[in-house]
């Protein structure tokens, strides 16, 4: 009752790559991204973000309510967004693995990834590998 904020502390020998992976997960609980939405500005926490798409040189967040519009480029959100949970998936898409309800192929070497909330969104072949990797570790 008397903690006004939340501190973590991990006491350890050394940090192995599971270990930054959970450092990082637990700091993206920290960090939020503007969005837009009739000329209103909000602040999205980004672990309530399940995608981040770019569509005719136009950034647009997703969560579970909204869509957002975005005034950064998708390749400025992916650098801000490289150590959290989200991975590129497509020219055009980056994908917070979060939310990844499960995966199956698809035409042409793709695959094609089913969110929590239903909707589907297709992996380039490209891609698939670094998301393989990332979903390993």
């Not at 500005?41 to 040189?57: A, K, T, W």
């Not at 647009?60 to 309510?65: P, Q, S």
């Not at 957002?68 to 390749?75: A, D, K, P, V």
């Not at 094609?112 to 239903?118: H, I, P, R, S, Y």
Request: proline letters at 1%; aromatic letters at 10%.
């Amino acid at each position: 009752e008397h903690i006004t904020e939340t501190e973590i502390i991990i006491n350890c020998a050394y940090v192995d790559d599971r270990l930054q992976k959970l450092t990082d997960y637990i700091r993206q609980f920290s960090f939020s991204l503007e969005g837009e939405v009739d000329g209103k500005l909000y602040q999205i926490p980004v672990e309530q973000i399940f995608y981040i798409e770019s569509v005719d040189n136009k950034t647009f967040i997703y969560d579970c309510e909204r869509t957002y519009s975005c005034r950064q480029t998708l390749s400025a959100l992916e650098e801000k967004l490289r150590n959290m949970t989200f991975i590129r998936i497509s020219k055009s898409c980056l994908l917070n693995i979060s939310y990844l309800k499960c995966v199956a192929p698809h035409v042409n070497h793709r695959l094609k990834a089913e969110l929590q909330n239903g909707e589907q969104l297709i992996i380039s072949r490209n891609y698939v590998e670094s998301l393989k990797e990332k979903l390993r570790k």
